[in-house]
């Protein structure tokens, strides 16, 4: 099997080479991995560190935001014909050794999508943060009628019938929800597995306000009204 892992980034430079660095080139059940860095319009070094530590990278001209940068991602993965697929942040939230654990239901064939949630362990969490990500995750819920602990989380892996099906057009951070409603139209199975996020101040800055949860909600109601 082989696996795309897609890391979307945006000014990026001082932390992209460690994440990269810190990423598997071997995963049981898995012959090939390719690190692909969607850099989304960067005016930082991001693409030239992303390539000296061995990346592929993709470049779009303009800042297209986090669901335009996924969408190229998955796009790749698509037309490459990729097995599996995970969306990583480039900031240094995530934890690579979560990857086995996150992957083993698709290669089992026990999911199509798998979420790393991090609110079904939510300690080491900000407060605000987990408030906002549960309001997000509720709201996500009643406008799409797919449930998830953790609808904001960016550590996703698809197996190939889920990146084959799954059409991203939501250009911005509402992209994470959205994603999820696709889950429930597309009727693909859906498994979380429990992560823990490595916060620093670096992260926590690059992350998303919880002011931006109303415009995120905004944007939904009225993709839910468009469709």
């Known amino acids: ?7 979307p980034a945006y000014n990026e430079e001082k932390v992209i080479g460690p994440v990269l660095q810190g990423l598997p080139s071997r995963l049981e059940g898995i012959n090939d991995i390719e690190l ?19 990346a592929t990278v993709i470049r779009h001209g303009l800042n297209c935001g986090l669901g335009g940068a996924i969408g190229t991602g998955l796009e790749y993965a698509r037309i490459t014909n990729a097995d599996l697929a995970v969306t990583f942040d480039a900031d240094g939230q995530h934890d690579p050794d979560n990857l086995p654990a996150v992957l083993g239901p698709l ?4 999911a199509a999508v798998v979420i790393g949630s991090r609110m079904i362990d939510s300690e080491g969490m900000p407060m605000l943060r987990t408030i ?8 996500t819920y009643f406008l799409f009628g797919t449930w ?9 892996a698809f197996s190939r019938k889920a990146i084959q099906a799954i059409k991203v057009d939501a250009n911005y951070m509402e992209v994470s929800s959205d994603i999820i409603r696709e889950i429930g139209d597309k ?21 998303q306000r919880n ?8 944007r939904l109601v009225v993709r839910k009204i468009q469709r």
């Open 1 to 7: 099997m082989n696996l795309k892992i897609i890391i």
């Open 211 to 218: 002011w931006n949860a109303i415009n995120i909600m905004v």
């Open 36 to 54: 692909v860095v969607i850099d989304d319009g960067s005016v930082d070094d991001t693409a030239l560190v992303a390539r000296n530590a061995g």
């Open 107 to 110: 290669i089992a064939g026990e």
């Open 148 to 156: 998830c602990t953790d609808s904001q989380s960016g550590f996703r």
């Open 187 to 207: 009727d693909l199975r859906l498994k979380e597995i429990p992560i823990k996020a490595k916060y620093s101040s670096y992260s926590i800055g690059k992350g």
């Open 132 to 139: 906002g990500n549960w309001g997000l995750s509720v709201g």
